[in-house]
């Protein structure tokens, strides 16, 4: 998946079929954050980056997911 803006590009990659694999893979991996309270102290409705923070990018990158910003 590609986002365009600002001059900036930003690459999402993870094996297998993103509507499934992937998916369950993002899924798992922020219930496990949030499970192990690995969230910085925020409140209210927050989009999955801003409630969890790099704690979040860390576990998906271990689970082999890439992310790239040009």
Known sequence: MELH???RRATVAAKGDPG???TA?????S???VAL???PDRFGV?????A????LIDRLRAAG???TVN
């Open 25 to 29: 893979v993002m899924m798992g991996e």
């Open 5 to 7: 803006g600002a001059g």
């Open 20 to 22: 499934y694999a992937a």
């Open 65 to 67: 997911m890439t992310f």
């Open 37 to 39: 309270d690995q969230v």
């Open 31 to 33: 219930a496990l954050c």
């Open 46 to 50: 927050l989009t999955p980056a801003s």
């Open 52 to 55: 969890m923070g790099t704690g």
